[in-house]
Every structure is written in C-alpha cells, then in structure tokens.
C-alpha cells in the first residue's frame, strides 16, 4: 500500500473526474485498518532484536517474558480480510482504468521526485532542529519511503539512470524504519501490564537503542542532505541528465 502512494504522489494524477487525493485516502484508510495486525509483528521483531543485541541475563529474561505475553497472532481476529482485499482490488480497478487513458510526461515525474525531496528536506530540518521529536522523524520516515519507492519505479523503467546517493538513501530509510519500530515497542509498554521493575529494564533498553539509532540516523541524513539543496536537485533531475 505505502509502494501504491507512493507512486500516486509522484503523477498527482488529474485527469477527468479521478482525483488522486480520494485514492490516497482510501489507501490510507485501508493501511490504518491493518495496522493492530502489522504493529503487533513489529513488536514482537523490536524485542527479538533486543535479545539478541543484548548479552545481560537479567535483560534477556525480562524480553523473553514480555514475549509470552504477547500472543504473534494478537489482533488478527479485528481485522476483516476479505473485506480488506475487496477494497483494495477496488481501488486497483479504478486506478487501472485511469492507467490505461492516461499519458504522464517525464515533467510530471520530475515534479513529483522534487516534491517528494523537498517534503524530506523540511522534515529533516525539523526532525534535528532543537525542538525536533518523534512526529517529525516519523514524518521524515514517511517521506523517505517514499522517495526510495519513487526510484525504484523509475529505475525499473530506466536502469541506466545514476543517482550516487540511492544506497544511503535506502540505509537512512532502514534506519529511521527502527526508530519508529522502537517508539511503538515504547509507546506500547504503557497498556501492558508490566511490574515495576521490567517496565523500568525495558524503557532503559529502548532509551539507549533509541540515543544510538537517532544519532546514526542524523549522520546518515546530513551526510545527504548537508548540501545545498540545488546539488540534490541536479542529482534528481533525472530525465535532464539521462538525456
């Protein structure tokens, strides 16, 4: 679904009737239906990677313990499938029967990857300026995300394009991906019913996994985006340079 936004905001695609922002919504409705299902797997992946990073007994022992009070298949029943499928093969109908009436131009794509870059560059700013949190680095997430899927479209259809930055693109990508898998590991420990004493173990362990993420996370992003803006810009002028 994120893939699928992702391409509906590079073409912002008007044409007739269709209105895009409606698809992207529906998407998104249908993303968010999904979700007790998919942030219950990302916890139990963020606590795995704990125990695994983390050689203390004591510490083990408390993840292993938060592990079996958390059933894998916890939210699986509050999520209708068939319902879900239905809505997103309805959603694909209408966008295939635009697809097939529609020509996009190389400018359209050129606009909407310098969209997507200066969403990034904004966010980026806030995410790392003094009263930068979690919402703004979720929000860089987002946007990330969606550029890197943005090129990828782009370089099925033209694998001889170079942009130099892809791969920190995708590291910082994964990066902010775990910070946002531990802030709802954290965010989730409030509504369990934990002792004293585990809940403070647990929150230490996320604190300092988050510290060294973040930090990471500022480098790899600065080491992109610490340029001026036009130099990015030059590199995302693809279809300018592919000629």
């Given amino acids: 679904i994120k893939r699928l936004r992702a391409w509906l905001r590079l073409l912002k695609i008007d044409h007739g009737d269709y209105d895009w922002h409606k698809s992207d919504q529906c998407l998104r409705e249908i993303s968010h239906d999904m979700g007790q299902t998919r942030n219950n797997e990302v916890i139990h992946q963020v606590l795995q990677r704990l125990h695994n990073k983390n050689k203390g007994v004591e510490e083990r022992a408390v993840i292993i ?13 509050k999520a209708d499938w068939e319902e879900i499928k239905q809505r997103i093969n309805d959603e694909l109908e209408i966008i295939k029967d635009i697809l097939i009436s529609y020509d ?27 009263n930068g949190g979690f919402d703004d680095l979720h929000n ?23 942009f130099k930055y892809i791969k920190l693109i995708n590291k910082l990508g994964d990066r902010l991906g775990q910070i946002n898998d531990l802030v709802m590991l954290k965010n989730a420990l409030q509504q369990i019913n934990l002792n004293e004493d585990d809940h403070k173990t647990l929150k230490n362990l996320i604190d300092k996994s988050l510290k060294k993420q973040i930090k990471r996370v500022e480098q ?10 036009g130099k990015i810009l030059d ?9």
């Fill in 65 to 77: 313990n938060l592990q079996q009070m958390l059933p894998l298949d916890a939210g699986l029943s």
């Fill in 104 to 130: 996009f131009s190389s400018e359209q794509i050129q606009n909407g990857i310098k969209y997507t870059y200066q969403k990034i560059f904004y966010n980026g700013k806030k995410a790392f300026s003094k």
């Fill in 140 to 162: 860089l997430r987002k946007w990330m995300k969606y550029l890197n899927y943005q090129l990828g479209y782009i370089y099925d259809a033209y694998p001889e394009i170079n």
């Fill in 235 to 243: 590199q995302l002028n693809i279809f300018t340079n592919h000629k």
């Fill in 220 to 229: 790899s992003y600065k080491s992109i985006f610490s340029h001026h803006p």
